[in-house]
């Protein structure tokens, strides 16, 4: 497994070993110890989630508030998307600042999102399903969503007419966001 930092120090990338011949590939898509020791620090997993979107569904940017946060642990096992991780945490260096990675079944790479961090993706091949692991229950009361097209985030998006839930469309700016909730909490 190689692990690849980014802008934001605590979000990763992580790249698996893949073995694979004339039959096919293997790959160990999980180690525990492996994946503690990539980040620094303990965590559990409760909760595994998939879903599949069509080409230019947008899913985000979304996040789930204390006492409840989750971070992520996401991949691509069909399909390809534009995967992106934007650093809320009230007090962090990389506050409003966002990262990015495209995640494909042929890439195998998946990404780590800590708690604290607004997450979202666009599907940018004909269909796509998206695995993410969960270090806590979704709580519907405890989930916020932030605007994905925020100027003051300036994320450069695929040039793909994106289609959004009637939630999505109608997300605060983060500037409204924070105002209202405070900003997000420390780190983990």
Known sequence: MKVLDTAIADVKIIEPAV???????????FNQAAFEQAIGRPVSFVQDNHSRSRRGVLRGLHLQLPPHPQGKLVRVTSGEVFDVAVDVRKGSPSYGKWVAVVLSE????????????????????????FLYKTTDYWFRDLERSIAWNDPELGIDWPDLPPILSDKDRAAPMLAQFVAEYDGQPARP
């Open 19 to 29: 073995f694979g011949d004339e039959r096919g590939f293997f790959m160990e898509s």
């Open 106 to 129: 042929h890439n195998k790479r998946q990404f780590w999102i800590p708690e604290g961090l607004a997450h979202g993706f666009l599907v940018i091949s004909d269909t796509a399903d």
